[in-house]
């Protein structure tokens, strides 16, 4: 016995027949056994790839959807819960309004589009480290959530944010008639941000600040990011941050977590689907 003492003084305390212990011990698996603990590893692999983000129900999408493995979702609940396997909590649930009408708005809070490069949503957020704050600006397509531009700085000025355009706009071409939609916070409504999307084709479209039901596609990535990244240690640099995030946006969210919203399917995968289906014959 690993602490010192002899299996047989250990049934005797513990009542346990000698014979019993060894028949349990040198016990053949059922397969029902030696799949279910198959699966609890194949379980822990995709957990430790998702940074321990997953829960049950994207741990049960990538096994099915990305390695094609037959299990229930409730299987997958019931191996996590026993091998103690827990992803991290989302955000709390917010009562959702209606009829609230916003003025200069061309969106109404319909985030849905069919296509990609039809609605562009903006935001910044910011964070602390020992340096003092990063401010971070990204531009989501509200067609697969994917993150198709982005700039980080340590001032949060029109800078910031036309930067983030820019980038959005270099790696989509967009054709023209697509909407941006921002708050009114001065750097999105400043000169330079609004010129730079007539420049690009693009119509601008204006919430209200502080309201998160007016942008609430990416009120929901700040808050994945938040969760699964922002909030999980204390950050010594602005460069560590700036790395992270980096990191966070065009290796991890863009490519590998998949969103409940797109099926289940990462933002890449869900517009490449979409790229395939409508080649024509």
């Not at 409730?74 to 991290?88: C, E, N, Q, T």
């Not at 980038?167 to 697509?178: L, S, V």
């Not at 640099?237 to 990462?266: K, M, P, V």
Request: net charge positive.
């Amino acid at each position: 016995m690993k602490a010192g003492y002899r299996a047989k003084v250990c049934c005797r305390l513990l009542g346990v027949s000698s014979p019993g212990y060894y028949k349990y011990k040198n016990r053949v698996l059922s397969p029902t056994q030696m799949r279910r603990q198959w699966l609890t590893g194949l379980i822990r692999e995709v957990h430790r790839a998702s940074r321990q983000t997953y829960g049950s129900r994207r741990v049960h999408a990538e096994l099915t959807l990305g390695m094609g493995v037959r299990v229930s979702e409730r299987l997958v609940a019931v191996l996590m819960s026993h091998a103690r396997i827990a992803g991290l909590p989302g955000p709390a649930k917010v009562k959702r309004l209606h009829g609230v009408v916003t003025a200069d708005d061309l969106v109404h809070r319909k985030f849905h589009r069919l296509s990609p490069n039809e609605l562009w949503v903006t935001d910044i957020t910011e964070h602390p480290t020992r340096e003092g704050k990063v401010f971070c600006c990204a531009v989501m397509d509200t067609f697969s959530r994917k993150i198709v531009g982005w700039s980080i700085d340590n001032a949060q000025d029109s800078t910031l944010v036309v930067n983030a355009l820019d980038m959005a706009t270099k790696n989509r071409q967009p054709a023209a008639g697509g909407i941006v939609d921002a708050d009114r916070r001065v750097q999105f409504t400043s000169w330079a941000f609004t010129n730079k999307i007539r420049a690009s084709g693009l119509m601008p479209s204006f919430g209200t600040i502080g309201d998160c039901y007016d942008n609430s596609m990416m009120e929901s990535f700040w808050s994945s990011m938040q969760i699964e990244m922002l909030n999980r240690k204390k950050w010594r640099t602005r460069i560590d941050l700036a790395n992270a995030i980096f990191d966070y946006i065009e290796i991890f969210y863009n490519r590998q977590r998949r969103h409940s919203q797109l099926g289940y399917l990462t933002p890449i995968e869900h517009e490449l689907r979409f790229n395939q289906t409508s080649i024509p014959d």
